[in-house]
């Protein structure tokens, strides 16, 4: 059974590009071995992160288990979580995109602001942020 976990969090230390460079090579090395796909958006304005995880229930569940115990975040805040029939990330072991590099508009589309903040907005809005930025269709209905 698939599953599929938004989050957000903050970083403790300031994002700079060798460290969201290790995360992702840290997260494509252990994703890869447990069978999750996902993708990873940053924004190093603000220090913040947004992921969406899919896998299995047991590997998402273990691996946000890690996330929320992990020093180097802090607010850290599940905004959904739900079963899924195929997954939206297939092809990335852990994909990525800079929210600050992102056209202000499509940030805008769902977004009270283009200060994207995601703990204010549905999960499901930051889902399709997400996919959005990816260039993924959406699995709403599936």
Same mark, same amino acid.
């Given at each position: =059974?698939?599953? +599929?976990? $938004? #989050?957000?969090? #903050?970083? %403790?230390?300031?994002?700079?590009?060798? =460290?969201? !460079?290790?995360?992702?090579? !840290?997260? /494509?090395?252990?994703?890869?071995?447990?069978?999750?796909?996902?993708?990873?958006?940053?924004?190093?304005? +603000?220090?913040?992160?947004?992921? $969406?995880?899919?896998?299995? +229930?047991?590997? $998402?569940? !273990?691996? #946000?288990?890690?996330?929320? /115990?992990?020093? /180097?975040?802090?607010?850290?805040?599940?905004?959904?979580?739900?079963?899924?029939?195929? /997954?939206?990330? @297939?092809?990335?072991?852990?994909?990525?995109?800079?929210?600050?590099?992102?056209?202000?508009? %499509?940030?805008?589309?769902?977004?009270?602001?283009?200060?994207?903040?995601?703990?204010?907005?549905?999960?499901?809005?930051?889902?399709?942020? %997400? !996919?959005?930025?990816?260039? $993924?269709? @959406?699995?709403?209905?599936?």
């Amino acid at each position: =059974m698939l599953n +599929r976990l $938004v #989050y957000a969090s #903050y970083s %403790v230390e300031t994002m700079n590009e060798r =460290m969201i !460079q290790t995360v992702l090579e !840290q997260s /494509r090395l252990s994703n890869a071995e447990h069978g999750v796909t996902g993708m990873l958006c940053v924004d190093p304005r +603000r220090d913040l992160f947004l992921q $969406v995880l899919e896998g299995s +229930r047991s590997a $998402v569940n !273990q691996l #946000y288990a890690n996330i929320i /115990r992990d020093p /180097r975040h802090v607010q850290v805040t599940l905004l959904a979580y739900e079963e899924i029939a195929e /997954r939206s990330f @297939s092809a990335w072991r852990m994909g990525s995109t800079d929210l600050a590099k992102v056209n202000p508009g %499509v940030v805008l589309r769902f977004s009270e602001t283009e200060h994207f903040d995601p703990l204010t907005i549905p999960g499901t809005a930051a889902l399709a942020l %997400v !996919q959005k930025v990816a260039g $993924v269709g @959406s699995n709403e209905g599936k």
